[in-house]
């Protein structure tokens, strides 16, 4: 997760605390990063004119204060729930961590009788997950595609073989209940697909991606479609493209 994006998620967990605060040890385990390093995003918050507020001593934390809120959002139940159930039946998905945190913020500010009413529907909504990959390697992946650079991995192949590749990625792809990175292969000099549960470490270099696009992968098959549509007509098969 960037720092951005973690400073982001820092804060709304901490509303989500209230005046209960939350300590920075916790903090850290949440986000995976020393304790040093919370403390320097919490700093980092305040600078920015966060309200933060800090209590020491045994039950004590770090907060925001009270009113740091959004406004109110207008969902039904039954839409607060759609939204939990599609998060939380796709934690490989890219930018799921960010997805959870967007959705318990509208949870947050709905009035207090949908909230109600969401939170007994909910508990009629289950789901059973896979285990998912690192959140290390998540991150990583999810950082090379927005910001365009070029991403190492260490894949192991569908035939057992592991090596270590330079990606630039194109796109994420789900196929048959499996997250894809797809990316311009710099050893392969061709487009590839990697199975994002089969990769074993990946890291974002300093390398900026060289211009390929989407439209180098194809269009997509007539019963998929980018997570913007809307539904409708698909296009025509995409060509095949080899895995990594």
Same mark, same amino acid.
Request: charged share 20%; net charge positive.
């Given at each position: 997760m960037k720092r951005a994006e973690r400073l982001h998620a820092l804060s709304e967990m901490l509303r989500r605390h209230g005046t209960r605060g939350c300590s920075a040890e916790r903090l850290s385990r949440e986000f995976g990063v020393s304790v040093r390093t919370v403390k320097r995003d919490l700093a980092a918050l305040e600078s920015s004119g966060?309200?933060?507020?800090? =209590?020491?001593?045994?039950?004590?934390?770090?907060?925001?204060? /009270?009113?740091?809120? +959004?406004p109110p959002v207008t969902l039904s139940a039954s839409q607060a729930v759609a939204l939990l159930?599609? #998060?939380?039946?796709?934690?490989?998905?890219?930018?799921?961590?960010?997805?959870? %945190?967007?959705? *318990?913020?509208? +949870?947050?500010? !709905?009035?207090?009788r949908t909230r109600v009413r969401a939170e007994? +529907?909910?508990?009629?909504v289950w789901v059973n997950t896979?285990?998912?990959?690192? =959140?290390?390697?998540?991150? %990583?992946?999810?950082?090379?595609?927005?910001? *365009?650079?070029? /991403?190492?991995?260490?894949?192991?192949?569908?035939?057992?073989?592991?090596?270590t590749r330079d990606v630039e990625? #194109? +796109?994420?792809?789900?196929?048959?209940? *499996?997250?894809? !990175?797809?990316?311009?292969? =710099?050893?392969?000099?061709?487009?590839?697909?990697?199975?994002?549960?089969?990769? *074993?470490?990946?890291? #974002?270099?300093?390398t900026a991606c060289s211009g390929h696009t989407v439209d180098e992968v194809g269009e997509p098959p007539p019963n998929a479609r980018p #997570?913007?549509?809307?539904?409708g007509p698909g296009g025509d098969t995409a060509p095949?493209? =080899?895995?990594?």
């Open positions: 966060a309200p933060v507020w800090s =209590r020491p001593g045994p039950g004590g934390g770090y907060g925001l204060a /009270v009113g740091a809120s +959004l159930a599609a #998060v939380s039946a796709a934690p490989e998905a890219p930018y799921s961590d960010l997805a959870g %945190a967007g959705v *318990q913020k509208i +949870l947050d500010v !709905l009035d207090p007994e +529907l909910a508990g009629r896979p285990p998912f990959s690192s =959140r290390a390697i998540r991150s %990583a992946l999810e950082e090379a595609m927005s910001e *365009q650079r070029v /991403v190492r991995i260490r894949y192991t192949s569908r035939e057992g073989a592991t090596t990625p #194109v +796109l994420f792809a789900s196929t048959n209940g *499996q997250w894809h !990175l797809v990316g311009w292969c =710099r050893s392969r000099d061709a487009m590839r697909w990697f199975t994002i549960s089969r990769i *074993q470490r990946a890291s #974002v270099t300093k #997570v913007h549509g809307a539904g095949p493209i =080899r895995p990594g």
